[in-house]
């Protein structure tokens, strides 16, 4: 049996909080903040129901292939040439499938799935690399081996298949590697992800996703008129998205302590987080088209409900991660007023259309500075 390289080890959680990413890492972050800030463009320009499918679809394995390499990272040591080739390859994919998110349900799918699969099966032969050389994890490696490997399979063979099978295999991939933690959360516990390492990777990841949004927001007011009303528009849309994700780093910041001591295995933490960004994204694309639309009587019914859902689906996010962190613990209070003010914004979602759109942004922006304050 092969020795283990003395550059490639199991990362024990030692919890003293010392361990930090890289910059090998922080720019493997930047560089999948891109696909993602691809597809909000996508979905500012299509923000129909349709649309929103759409983007969804190809989130979710973009994210997915972010989260796979990102856990593995924490819970393996491989600072060596061959894992930082892989890393590089694997952002080379992700360049690629910001390239195709607007070609794949034109009938092109086979550039964009080839480069997820790409990154997927390189995963795969990293876990399999573990499983060789570090005889102690093989039951954790089988786990993410033989989940991960039926996955990939069934997104291969979707290569295979017209529209729209194509997509229904591509689900049914995402399901499985979905529930493969899951289904496998009892031995994966026996070796917990590292309790600074992962919360800090998750932050600088919408940290990155925050400034490709304001970059968009901001990128708005070159291409329209510069009247009060669309300067107005685009701070107040620049506000509202610094207050959400603001709130999300004080909360982190004040739980550390909590955070360390209950994320175990990483998987309330991992999946709690993918509406955060979800939410933050599809708000981002209901900021830019609202600067466009700052002028108009109203907003667009499509603008609307991208900021609402938006707003929405960050703020589950934040109930999700609160009982992630706190387990069972909970601030009744406190989660009683934030559903309230969700209610506050469905219901502007449904009454918006009426609204001139700056009352719409001033009502967004009321309601998560309460948030933000409290």
């Known amino acids: ?42 979905l500012r320009d299509q923000p129909d129901s349709g649309g929103f499918a759409r983007f969804v679809l190809l989130f979710l394995p973009i994210w997915w292939a972010w989260v796979g390499q990102t856990v593995y990272m924490t819970r393996f040591d491989a600072d060596d040439k061959l894992h930082h080739a892989v890393m590089f390859a694997q952002m080379i994919a992700a360049g690629v499938m910001a390239t195709q998110v607007n070609k794949v349900f034109t009938g092109n799918a086979l550039i964009f799935s080839g480069a997820y699969l790409f990154v997927r099966f390189s995963l795969l032969v990293m876990y399999f690399r573990a499983n060789r050389l570090l005889p102690e994890v093989r039951g954790l490696t089988s786990v993410y081996l033989r989940g991960f490997g039926l996955g ?25 590697e979905f529930a493969t933690p899951w289904i496998g959360q009892r031995i994966l516990a026996r070796t917990p992800v590292d309790s600074t390492h992962l919360p800090e990777r998750f932050s600088q990841f919408n940290l990155l996703v925050l400034g ?13 008129a510069w009247q009060t009303v669309s300067i107005a528009v685009t701070l107040i849309g620049f506000s509202t998205v610094v207050m959400i994700v603001g709130r999300y780093f004080r909360y982190t910041n004040e739980r550390q302590e909590q955070i360390r001591q209950n994320l175990g295995a990483g998987q309330e933490q991992i999946y709690s987080h993918l509406p955060y960004v979800l939410g933050l994204t599809v708000f981002g694309a209901g900021a830019s088209r609202a600067i466009n639309e700052a002028v108009n009587a109203h907003l667009e019914f499509g603008t609307i409900w991208l900021l609402v859902g938006g707003y929405a689906l960050c703020q589950i996010a934040g109930f999700l991660i609160h009982f992630a962190t706190m387990r069972g613990k909970r601030d009744d209070l406190s989660m009683g007023w934030r559903a309230a003010l969700v209610g506050v914004v469905l219901v502007l979602g449904v009454v918006g259309a009426g609204l001139p759109p700056l009352v719409v942004m001033l009502v967004l922006l009321g309601v998560a500075g309460i948030t933000f304050i409290r």
């Open 1 to 42: 049996m092969a020795a283990p390289s003395q550059t490639f080890r199991l990362r024990l959680n030692s919890g003293d909080g010392d361990r930090h990413a890289t910059w090998v890492e922080m720019f493997y972050d930047l560089v999948f903040a891109v696909p993602v800030t691809a597809l909000m463009v996508s």
């Open 152 to 176: 990939a399979v069934l997104w291969l063979l979707s290569l295979l298949l017209p529209p729209p099978y194509t997509y229904m295999l591509w689900v049914i991939s995402l399901g499985i």
């Open 212 to 224: 490709d949004i304001i970059f968009e927001v901001f990128s708005n007011i070159s291409e329209i």
